[in-house]
Protein backbone atom coordinates (compact mmCIF):
# COMPACT_ATOMS: atom_id res chain seq x y z
CA UNK A 1 0.00 0.00 0.00
CA UNK A 2 3.25 2.23 0.50
CA UNK A 3 3.87 1.91 -3.57
CA UNK A 4 7.62 1.44 -2.05
CA UNK A 5 8.39 -0.51 -5.55
CA UNK A 6 6.65 1.46 -7.64
CA UNK A 7 8.24 4.18 -6.45
CA UNK A 8 11.71 2.50 -6.71
CA UNK A 9 10.75 1.36 -10.23
CA UNK A 10 10.42 4.83 -11.91
CA UNK A 11 7.36 6.13 -10.18
CA UNK A 12 5.27 5.98 -13.47
CA UNK A 13 1.43 5.29 -13.02
CA UNK A 14 1.39 2.04 -15.23
CA UNK A 15 4.85 0.78 -15.96
CA UNK A 16 5.54 -3.18 -16.32
CA UNK A 17 8.70 -5.33 -15.65
CA UNK A 18 9.57 -8.93 -16.81
CA UNK A 19 11.94 -10.18 -14.02
CA UNK A 20 14.03 -13.09 -14.47
CA UNK A 21 14.36 -16.02 -11.45
CA UNK A 22 18.45 -14.57 -11.22
CA UNK A 23 16.59 -11.14 -10.43
CA UNK A 24 17.56 -9.00 -13.89
CA UNK A 25 15.06 -6.91 -15.75
CA UNK A 26 15.01 -8.36 -18.83
CA UNK A 27 12.03 -6.49 -20.39
CA UNK A 28 11.19 -2.76 -18.75
CA UNK A 29 7.94 -0.59 -20.28
CA UNK A 30 6.99 2.94 -18.89
CA UNK A 31 3.39 2.00 -20.02
CA UNK A 32 1.75 -1.37 -20.08
CA UNK A 33 0.63 -3.39 -22.74
CA UNK A 34 -1.05 -6.63 -22.01
CA UNK A 35 -1.06 -8.29 -25.67
CA UNK A 36 3.25 -7.32 -26.27
CA UNK A 37 4.03 -9.02 -22.57
CA UNK A 38 1.78 -11.88 -23.00
CA UNK A 39 4.07 -12.38 -26.67
CA UNK A 40 6.82 -11.53 -24.86
CA UNK A 41 6.02 -14.39 -22.10
CA UNK A 42 5.15 -16.86 -24.69
CA UNK A 43 8.67 -15.87 -26.04
CA UNK A 44 10.24 -16.14 -22.98
CA UNK A 45 8.51 -19.69 -21.30
CA UNK A 46 6.01 -21.48 -24.68
CA UNK A 47 2.71 -20.83 -25.13
CA UNK A 48 -0.26 -21.58 -22.24
CA UNK A 49 -1.89 -24.78 -23.33
CA UNK A 50 -5.23 -23.22 -21.50
CA UNK A 51 -6.37 -19.91 -21.34
CA UNK A 52 -8.72 -18.08 -18.23
CA UNK A 53 -11.26 -15.87 -18.98
CA UNK A 54 -13.90 -14.12 -16.93
CA UNK A 55 -16.17 -16.73 -17.47
CA UNK A 56 -14.22 -19.48 -16.20
CA UNK A 57 -14.17 -17.81 -12.70
CA UNK A 58 -16.96 -18.99 -10.38
CA UNK A 59 -17.20 -15.61 -9.21
CA UNK A 60 -21.08 -13.48 -8.85
CA UNK A 61 -20.57 -9.48 -8.28
CA UNK A 62 -22.34 -6.52 -8.89
CA UNK A 63 -21.36 -4.35 -11.61
CA UNK A 64 -20.87 -0.93 -10.65
CA UNK A 65 -23.72 -0.01 -13.16
CA UNK A 66 -26.39 -2.40 -11.53
CA UNK A 67 -25.08 -0.65 -7.96
CA UNK A 68 -25.91 2.77 -9.39
CA UNK A 69 -28.74 2.09 -10.93
CA UNK A 70 -30.90 2.54 -7.37
CA UNK A 71 -29.39 6.13 -7.02
CA UNK A 72 -29.07 9.27 -9.52
CA UNK A 73 -26.34 10.49 -10.55
CA UNK A 74 -25.41 13.15 -12.89
CA UNK A 75 -27.67 15.60 -11.27
CA UNK A 76 -24.79 17.76 -9.79
CA UNK A 77 -22.78 19.89 -11.78
CA UNK A 78 -19.46 19.69 -12.15
CA UNK A 79 -16.76 22.25 -10.76
CA UNK A 80 -14.10 22.81 -13.46
CA UNK A 81 -10.25 21.87 -11.65
CA UNK A 82 -7.94 24.97 -12.12
CA UNK A 83 -5.89 24.33 -15.14
CA UNK A 84 -2.70 22.45 -14.90
CA UNK A 85 -3.61 21.07 -11.57
CA UNK A 86 -1.64 18.44 -9.49
CA UNK A 87 -3.17 15.91 -7.06
CA UNK A 88 -1.52 16.92 -3.36
CA UNK A 89 -1.25 14.49 -0.80
CA UNK A 90 -3.95 13.50 1.71
CA UNK A 91 -4.05 12.30 4.98
CA UNK A 92 -7.54 10.64 6.33
CA UNK A 93 -7.52 10.47 10.45
CA UNK A 94 -9.60 8.29 12.36
CA UNK A 95 -13.64 9.16 12.15
CA UNK A 96 -15.21 9.84 15.43
CA UNK A 97 -17.69 7.48 16.03
CA UNK A 98 -15.98 4.43 14.77
CA UNK A 99 -17.79 4.97 11.28
CA UNK A 100 -15.97 4.02 8.34
CA UNK A 101 -14.20 6.43 6.03
CA UNK A 102 -17.43 7.00 3.98
CA UNK A 103 -15.79 10.18 2.00
CA UNK A 104 -12.53 10.25 -0.11
CA UNK A 105 -11.02 13.39 -0.24
CA UNK A 106 -9.19 14.88 -3.69
CA UNK A 107 -7.26 17.70 -3.45
CA UNK A 108 -5.82 19.35 -6.33
CA UNK A 109 -4.09 22.62 -6.72
CA UNK A 110 -2.29 24.51 -10.05
CA UNK A 111 1.48 24.55 -10.10
CA UNK A 112 1.61 28.20 -8.99
CA UNK A 113 -0.40 26.97 -5.84
CA UNK A 114 1.09 23.72 -4.77
CA UNK A 115 4.78 25.96 -5.86
CA UNK A 116 3.77 28.66 -3.21
CA UNK A 117 2.21 31.87 -3.75
CA UNK A 118 -1.83 32.26 -4.13
CA UNK A 119 -4.45 30.12 -6.52
CA UNK A 120 -7.20 28.23 -6.44
CA UNK A 121 -7.37 24.82 -4.57
CA UNK A 122 -10.07 22.43 -6.19
CA UNK A 123 -11.39 20.09 -3.02
CA UNK A 124 -13.76 16.78 -4.65
CA UNK A 125 -15.80 14.93 -1.89
CA UNK A 126 -16.57 11.35 -3.20
CA UNK A 127 -18.38 8.64 -1.58
CA UNK A 128 -16.39 5.24 -1.36
CA UNK A 129 -18.64 2.83 -3.54
CA UNK A 130 -17.29 -0.05 -1.41
CA UNK A 131 -19.67 0.95 1.32
CA UNK A 132 -23.35 1.91 -0.72
CA UNK A 133 -24.02 4.76 0.23
CA UNK A 134 -25.49 7.77 -1.25
CA UNK A 135 -26.83 11.42 -0.31
CA UNK A 136 -29.52 12.30 1.31
CA UNK A 137 -31.01 15.26 -0.24
CA UNK A 138 -33.86 15.72 2.44
CA UNK A 139 -30.97 15.87 5.23
CA UNK A 140 -28.71 18.78 5.79
CA UNK A 141 -26.06 19.37 2.74
CA UNK A 142 -22.45 18.84 3.58
CA UNK A 143 -20.43 21.31 4.74
CA UNK A 144 -16.82 21.54 5.57
CA UNK A 145 -14.47 24.22 7.83
CA UNK A 146 -10.79 24.71 6.73
CA UNK A 147 -8.38 25.57 9.74
CA UNK A 148 -5.20 27.02 8.34
CA UNK A 149 -2.44 27.90 10.30
CA UNK A 150 -0.53 31.61 10.76
CA UNK A 151 0.33 33.04 7.08
CA UNK A 152 -1.87 30.86 5.15
CA UNK A 153 -4.97 32.89 4.44
CA UNK A 154 -7.75 30.59 2.95
CA UNK A 155 -11.24 32.03 2.02
CA UNK A 156 -13.97 30.89 2.31
CA UNK A 157 -12.74 28.83 5.42
CA UNK A 158 -16.41 27.87 5.67
CA UNK A 159 -18.65 26.09 2.91
CA UNK A 160 -22.08 24.72 3.08
CA UNK A 161 -22.79 22.28 -0.31
CA UNK A 162 -25.90 23.48 -2.21
CA UNK A 163 -28.94 22.07 -1.66
CA UNK A 164 -29.67 19.62 -4.41
CA UNK A 165 -33.79 19.37 -5.26
CA UNK A 166 -33.35 17.65 -8.54
CA UNK A 167 -33.17 14.58 -6.70
CA UNK A 168 -34.54 13.27 -3.10
CA UNK A 169 -30.69 11.37 -3.07
CA UNK A 170 -27.84 11.01 -5.62
CA UNK A 171 -23.98 9.74 -5.54
CA UNK A 172 -22.46 12.79 -7.28
CA UNK A 173 -19.54 14.13 -5.94
CA UNK A 174 -19.49 17.01 -4.13
CA UNK A 175 -16.91 19.66 -5.72
CA UNK A 176 -15.36 23.63 -4.45
CA UNK A 177 -13.05 25.91 -5.32
CA UNK A 178 -11.63 28.01 -2.72
CA UNK A 179 -8.83 30.65 -2.96
CA UNK A 180 -5.34 30.09 -1.12
CA UNK A 181 -2.64 32.57 -0.42
CA UNK A 182 0.29 30.64 1.18
CA UNK A 183 2.86 33.02 1.24
CA UNK A 184 6.01 31.51 2.04
CA UNK A 185 4.50 29.12 4.10
CA UNK A 186 4.57 25.12 3.87
CA UNK A 187 2.56 24.03 6.81
CA UNK A 188 -0.54 22.13 5.76
CA UNK A 189 -4.26 22.88 6.39
CA UNK A 190 -6.92 20.57 8.16
CA UNK A 191 -10.29 20.14 7.09
CA UNK A 192 -13.14 18.83 9.01
CA UNK A 193 -16.55 18.10 7.04
CA UNK A 194 -19.78 16.70 8.19
CA UNK A 195 -22.16 15.24 6.23
CA UNK A 196 -25.04 12.26 6.05
CA UNK A 197 -24.58 8.85 5.00
CA UNK A 198 -27.11 6.87 3.90
CA UNK A 199 -27.33 3.12 2.63
CA UNK A 200 -28.11 2.44 -0.29
CA UNK A 201 -30.82 -0.19 0.52
CA UNK A 202 -32.94 2.87 2.69
CA UNK A 203 -31.99 1.04 6.06
CA UNK A 204 -30.17 4.07 7.83
CA UNK A 205 -28.94 7.51 7.97
CA UNK A 206 -25.98 8.29 10.07
CA UNK A 207 -24.39 11.73 10.57
CA UNK A 208 -20.11 11.43 10.07
CA UNK A 209 -17.97 13.94 10.94
CA UNK A 210 -14.46 13.27 9.18
CA UNK A 211 -11.39 15.18 9.14
CA UNK A 212 -8.47 15.53 7.05
CA UNK A 213 -4.85 16.69 6.52
CA UNK A 214 -3.93 18.23 3.30
CA UNK A 215 0.00 19.02 2.44
CA UNK A 216 1.25 20.88 -0.53
CA UNK A 217 3.62 18.00 -1.80
CA UNK A 218 2.51 16.33 -4.66
CA UNK A 219 0.99 12.97 -4.59
CA UNK A 220 2.57 10.88 -7.36
CA UNK A 221 0.15 7.91 -6.27
CA UNK A 222 -3.51 9.37 -6.46
CA UNK A 223 -3.88 8.49 -10.42
CA UNK A 224 -5.93 9.96 -12.67
CA UNK A 225 -9.60 10.78 -12.26
CA UNK A 226 -12.28 9.43 -14.88
CA UNK A 227 -15.66 11.12 -16.11
CA UNK A 228 -14.36 15.16 -16.11
CA UNK A 229 -17.61 15.77 -17.58
CA UNK A 230 -20.74 17.66 -16.26
CA UNK A 231 -22.07 14.10 -15.26
CA UNK A 232 -21.35 12.88 -11.80
CA UNK A 233 -19.99 9.28 -11.10
CA UNK A 234 -19.29 7.06 -8.16
CA UNK A 235 -15.99 6.77 -6.60
CA UNK A 236 -12.48 7.56 -7.80
CA UNK A 237 -10.51 5.67 -10.66
CA UNK A 238 -7.11 4.96 -10.11
CA UNK A 239 -6.26 3.76 -13.45
CA UNK A 240 -4.90 5.67 -16.26
CA UNK A 241 -5.80 6.20 -19.72
CA UNK A 242 -6.84 3.01 -21.71
CA UNK A 243 -5.13 2.14 -25.37
CA UNK A 244 -2.24 -0.46 -25.42
CA UNK A 245 1.49 0.94 -24.77
CA UNK A 246 4.87 1.16 -26.57
CA UNK A 247 5.45 -2.02 -29.05
CA UNK A 248 8.68 -3.38 -28.63
CA UNK A 249 11.63 -3.44 -25.87
CA UNK A 250 12.53 -0.56 -24.89
CA UNK A 251 14.60 1.80 -27.36
CA UNK A 252 13.22 0.10 -30.44
CA UNK A 253 11.49 1.71 -32.76
CA UNK A 254 10.51 5.74 -32.90
CA UNK A 255 8.93 7.21 -29.88
CA UNK A 256 5.42 8.18 -29.98
CA UNK A 257 4.96 11.69 -28.45
CA UNK A 258 0.93 11.20 -28.48
CA UNK A 259 1.84 8.25 -26.27
CA UNK A 260 4.33 9.87 -23.94
CA UNK A 261 2.30 12.90 -23.25
CA UNK A 262 -0.64 10.06 -22.57
CA UNK A 263 1.95 8.54 -20.01
CA UNK A 264 3.42 11.95 -18.13
CA UNK A 265 0.00 14.00 -18.76
CA UNK A 266 -1.51 12.89 -15.05
CA UNK A 267 -3.80 16.39 -15.31
CA UNK A 268 -5.36 15.25 -18.82
CA UNK A 269 -4.28 19.36 -19.92
CA UNK A 270 -2.16 18.50 -22.91
CA UNK A 271 1.01 19.53 -21.97
CA UNK A 272 3.57 18.01 -19.22
CA UNK A 273 4.86 19.70 -16.51
CA UNK A 274 8.08 19.57 -14.89
CA UNK A 275 6.23 17.97 -11.50
CA UNK A 276 4.58 15.16 -13.62
CA UNK A 277 8.25 14.41 -15.86
CA UNK A 278 9.97 11.53 -13.99
CA UNK A 279 12.39 9.04 -14.91
CA UNK A 280 14.22 10.05 -18.62
CA UNK A 281 11.49 12.41 -19.28
CA UNK A 282 12.98 14.74 -15.75
CA UNK A 283 16.22 14.37 -16.86
CA UNK A 284 15.60 15.38 -20.48
CA UNK A 285 13.09 18.30 -19.45
CA UNK A 286 14.97 21.00 -19.75
CA UNK A 287 15.96 19.97 -23.34
CA UNK A 288 12.17 19.02 -24.28
CA UNK A 289 11.20 22.29 -22.80
CA UNK A 290 12.35 24.69 -26.06
CA UNK A 291 10.73 27.84 -25.18
CA UNK A 292 11.73 27.42 -21.75
CA UNK A 293 7.74 27.86 -20.32
CA UNK A 294 7.95 25.21 -17.88
CA UNK A 295 6.20 22.71 -20.10
CA UNK A 296 6.50 20.24 -22.67
CA UNK A 297 3.88 20.28 -25.63
CA UNK A 298 3.02 17.44 -28.13
CA UNK A 299 5.16 19.71 -30.64
CA UNK A 300 8.20 20.50 -28.94
CA UNK A 301 8.48 16.70 -28.33
CA UNK A 302 8.25 16.10 -31.85
CA UNK A 303 10.82 18.89 -32.19
CA UNK A 304 12.77 16.88 -30.12
CA UNK A 305 13.02 13.31 -31.47
CA UNK A 306 13.81 15.46 -34.74
CA UNK A 307 16.55 16.98 -33.80
CA UNK A 308 17.73 13.87 -31.87
CA UNK A 309 17.56 11.98 -35.53
CA UNK A 310 19.21 14.81 -36.83
CA UNK A 311 22.17 13.84 -34.51
Known sequence: MSNDLKHAFGD??????????????????????????????????????????????????????????????????????????????????????????????????????????????????????????????????????????????????????EKVSRAEADADPREFLIKVNRGESNEPIDLTVKYFACDDDNRWCKAVTQTFTVAWAIDRDAGRVNNRSSGGGRGMKGKGKGGKGMKGRPGSGTPDPTRILSRFDSNEDGKISRAEATGQMAARFDQADSNGDGFVTKEELIANFARRRGK
Open 12 to 161: RNNSEFVISPEGKVIIARAWSDPDQLREDLEGLVGKAETLTGVSDLEKVSKTEAERESKVATGIVPRVERPSGAQPLTVTAHEVKGGHPHYLKLRAEAASDLSSGGEGSLHLAFRLDPIHKVHWNNLAAPLRFEIRAPGGIAVEPKTVEA
